[in-house]
């Protein structure tokens, strides 16, 4: 059994500040302690319900954020910035599942923990079929080109919610209780591991029952913008068609296709700041 690992960092049991999960942080090298810790301990649910390869991609800021030694499961690790596929890179149909581990809400959710929507300052919103998703959703097209279903998410309570909109049925291990978005109640690191680890084995036991994303196609997916700058810029690229002043959609009926075009949108809007 083949298992696609997608990890970020802003879900991570105690994360609650950009300082803990941002390179160059006082703390930031003990909280890729603690992320590499709920990543472990999804990798050991899963190989007792017989998953043996697995692929960690550093889905997290520079994407380099993991020690490859200290990964469980001999799992193979993809690092680095610029993947052409982002936060997805490496998955394709081999795969027998996909777990989203400390991932994060959307950047219109009310109070998440450091909610965003892959770049904050140019999105305010994506919808794909009108439904808010956050970069959960937005990265379950990748699995629905492929029909691979996401089985686990780890992350709070709205994270969990947001990707169930796009996997029903999806385990989930919520680890912490946003109050505000830089404020969370967060279960103890052992118990935070413990809950992931037996979420990630019991959507392994279920597999049999899973489905690849409940996406319809064509697909539309809506960018709500921060200033017209980002949307007229948006705008140049092929594909994407301008609806207002701070809006533009993407449409169409292949959903990798339909991802990549939004991931063009994102690193274009990036290179206005950078």
Same mark, same amino acid.
């Given at each position: 059994?083949?298992?696609?690992?997608s990890?970020?960092m802003?879900?991570?049991?105690?994360?609650?500040?950009?300082?803990?999960?941002?390179?160059?942080?006082?703390?930031?090298?003990?909280?890729?302690?603690?992320?590499?810790?709920? *990543?472990?301990?999804?990798?050991? +649910?899963?190989m007792?319900?017989?998953?043996?390869?697995?692929?960690?991609? %550093?889905?997290?800021?520079?994407?380099?954020?993991?020690?490859? %030694? =200290?990964?469980?499961?001999?799992?193979? @690790?993809?690092?680095?910035?610029?993947?052409?596929? @982002?936060?997805?890179? +490496?998955?394709?149909?081999?795969y %027998?599942? /996909?777990?989203?581990?400390? @991932?994060? +809400?959307?950047?219109?959710?009310n109070?998440? /923990?450091l909610?965003?929507?892959?770049?904050?300052?140019?999105?305010?919103?994506?919808?794909?079929?009108?439904a808010?998703?956050?970069?959960?959703?937005?990265?379950a097209?990748?699995?629905?080109? @492929?029909?691979?279903?996401?089985?686990?998410v780890?992350? %709070?309570?709205?994270?969990?919610?947001?990707?169930?909109?796009?996997?029903?049925?999806?385990?989930?291990?919520? /680890?912490?209780?946003?109050?505000?978005?830089?404020?969370?109640?967060?279960?103890?690191?052992?118990?935070?591991?413990?809950? *992931? +680890?037996?979420?990630a084995?019991?959507?392994?036991?279920?597999? =049999?029952?899973?489905?690849?994303?409940?996406?319809?196609?064509?697909?539309?997916?809506?960018?709500?913008?921060?200033?017209?700058d980002?949307?007229e810029?948006?705008?140049r690229?092929?594909? /994407?068609?301008?609806?207002?002043?701070?809006?533009?959609?993407?449409?169409?009926?292949?959903?990798?296709?339909?991802?990549?075009?939004?991931?063009?949108?994102?690193?274009?809007?990036?290179?206005?700041?950078?």
């Open positions: 059994m083949k298992i696609f690992i990890s970020d802003e879900g991570t049991a105690g994360v609650v500040d950009w300082s803990q999960c941002i390179a160059g942080g006082a703390q930031y090298a003990y909280y890729t302690e603690l992320l590499t810790g709920e *990543i472990n301990a999804a990798i050991e +649910g899963a007792r319900a017989g998953a043996t390869e697995f692929l960690v991609n %550093d889905s997290h800021s520079k994407m380099a954020n993991l020690r490859p %030694d =200290a990964l469980a499961g001999r799992a193979a @690790y993809l690092s680095g910035r610029y993947k052409p596929m @982002y936060m997805m890179q +490496g998955l394709d149909a081999s %027998d599942a /996909v777990f989203f581990v400390s @991932y994060h +809400g959307s950047m219109g959710s109070g998440s /923990v909610s965003h929507t892959y770049f904050p300052t140019a999105f305010a919103e994506v919808t794909v079929n009108g808010v998703a956050g970069e959960a959703g937005i990265n097209l990748v699995a629905r080109a @492929y029909e691979v279903p996401i089985v686990l780890t992350g %709070d309570a709205t994270t969990a919610e947001e990707t169930g909109r796009f996997c029903p049925g999806i385990e989930a291990a919520v /680890v912490k209780k946003s109050v505000t978005r830089f404020a969370a109640e967060s279960l103890h690191p052992e118990a935070a591991r413990e809950l *992931i +680890g037996e979420r084995e019991a959507s392994l036991r279920g597999l =049999a029952d899973a489905a690849p994303p409940s996406i319809d196609v064509p697909v539309t997916l809506g960018i709500a913008f921060r200033s017209s980002y949307c810029l948006a705008a690229i092929a594909g /994407v068609e301008r609806t207002g002043d701070l809006s533009a959609v993407i449409t169409g009926d292949d959903p990798l296709w339909i991802y990549q075009t939004f991931i063009t949108v994102v690193l274009l809007c990036r290179g206005l700041v950078e």
